[in-house]
């Protein structure tokens, strides 16, 4: 099945400045790349996802790309704010071995915090 | 409102009594998930389901079991709760494995 890994665990950066969470996967097949947000005491919402015949889309001050050749994509935040501090999840679409359903595997999360 | 909705949302009880998590949604989605987040874990899967009458394991099903027999609604059900299933749990639906899954509010379960 699907493995991804998600670095870093956790990222501290200054109100304005860039935040870049990476995330790598095994299953060549995989095809969809969501990324959710998880508020503290909240449940996890999308904030973007990506499709394997694109290698980037933005949407405001977030982007992600896609490496499929690496077998990587990237969340990127710019001009960072308070409210960016959240947890952040990485996930592909995979099947598992001996299944013909398709699933997400997730990837264990960035905490990530904005400092004023 | 198109929504996720999961009960209760906070259960404390004790090992070995039977319990059920209910899941439902209102967006006659096919695909729904259980998922459990545990500190430094993130969240991992439990089952999942593609539509009526089709589910399967994910990456932690020993100890849970789940139906779906109506499209709307997946319980969890532990049958016989054990101390390391004190987790918080997140139902999840979405129209497919490749679209936006939709969590509820999450259910935080201690088993004494």
């Known amino acids: 099945g699907e493995n991804v890994e998600q670095h870093p665990s956790t990222l501290s950066v200054q109100e304005g400045d860039s935040a870049v969470i990476k995330c790598t996967y095994s299953?060549?097949?995989?095809?969809?790349f969501p990324w959710y947000k998880q508020e503290l005491g909240k449940r996890p919402q999308l904030i973007i996802d990506?499709?394997?015949?694109?290698g980037e889309k933005k949407d405001q001050r977030i982007a992600v790309t896609l490496n499929k050749t690496a077998k990587h994509f990237s969340l990127h935040i710019t001009e960072t704010q308070p409210e960016d501090s959240a947890v952040y999840f990485c996930?592909?679409?995979?099947?598992?071995?001996?299944?013909?359903?398709?699933?997400?595997?997730f990837g264990r999360g960035t905490q990530l915090t904005v400092w004023p | 409102e198109a929504q996720v909705t999961q009960n209760p949302r906070y259960l404390i009880t004790v090992t070995g009594k039977k319990l059920t998590v209910t899941c439902s949604q209102n967006?006659?989605?096919?695909?729904m998930s259980w998922y459990r987040q545990d500190p430094g874990l993130g969240l991992r899967q439990i089952y999942y389901?593609?539509?009526?009458?089709?589910?399967d394991k994910g990456d932690v099903p020993e100890g849970y079991k789940v139906s779906r027999k109506e499209k709307r609604n997946f319980p969890l059900i532990l049958e016989s709760p054990s101390p390391n299933q004190t987790s918080l749990y997140f139902c999840?639906?979405?129209?497919?494995?490749?679209?936006?899954?939709?969590f509820g509010p999450g259910t935080r379960l201690t088993v004494l």
């Open positions: 999840a639906s979405s129209l497919g494995v490749n679209n936006e899954q939709f």
């Open positions: 299953d060549s097949a995989s095809n969809y």
């Open positions: 990506i499709r394997s015949n694109v």
């Open positions: 996930a592909a679409s995979g099947t598992d071995r001996g299944s013909t359903l398709g699933r997400l595997y």
């Open positions: 967006m006659n989605h096919e695909y």
């Open positions: 389901s593609m539509n009526v009458e089709v589910t």
